[in-house]
Nanobody
Framework: VQLQASGGGLVQAGDSLRLSCVAS????????RGWFRQAPGKEREFVAA????????VYADSVKGRFTISRDNANNTGYLQMNNLKPDDTAVYYC??????????????????WGQGTQVTVSS
């Protein structure tokens, strides 16, 4: 299974971006999809996640109200809509997928598959 993230870029503060994450390879059912990010010199942090069966979503406090996670089951694709971007959002964004039900979707260790990352740079 491969995850391919795309949609990153260089934008100005206040702009929007939409990240996509397409799954390919062996057919599998995603129980959850997540987005994490890692800024230079910092540890990878949770951004948002969605449980596929229920549509339950959860966000980091820093992005709540600005970012929206969604999924397209038919195309096995996940999205992260990012609005009102801030310079602090600058990071490499990684998508992840969990093939098994987990009690938590906010920690990185529950995810089985990871994308390669896409750079998001927000200038002030």
């Amino acid at each position: 299974v491969q995850l391919q993230a795309s949609g990153g870029g260089l934008v100005q503060a206040g702009d929007s971006l939409r990240l996509s994450c397409v799954a390919s390879g062996r057919t599998f059912s995603s129980y959850a999809r997540g987005w994490f990010r890692q800024a230079p010199g910092k540890e990878r942090e949770f951004v948002a996640a969605i449980r596929y069966s229920s549509g339950y979503t959860v966000y980091a406090d820093s992005v709540k109200g600005r970012f929206t996670i969604s999924r397209d089951n038919a195309n096995n694709t996940g999205y992260l809509q990012m609005n009102n971007l801030k310079p602090d959002d600058t990071a490499v964004y990684y998508c992840a997928a969990s093939s098994k039900p987990r009690p938590s979707v906010v920690i990185s260790t529950v995810y089985d598959y990871w994308g390669q990352g896409t750079q998001v740079t927000v200038s002030s």
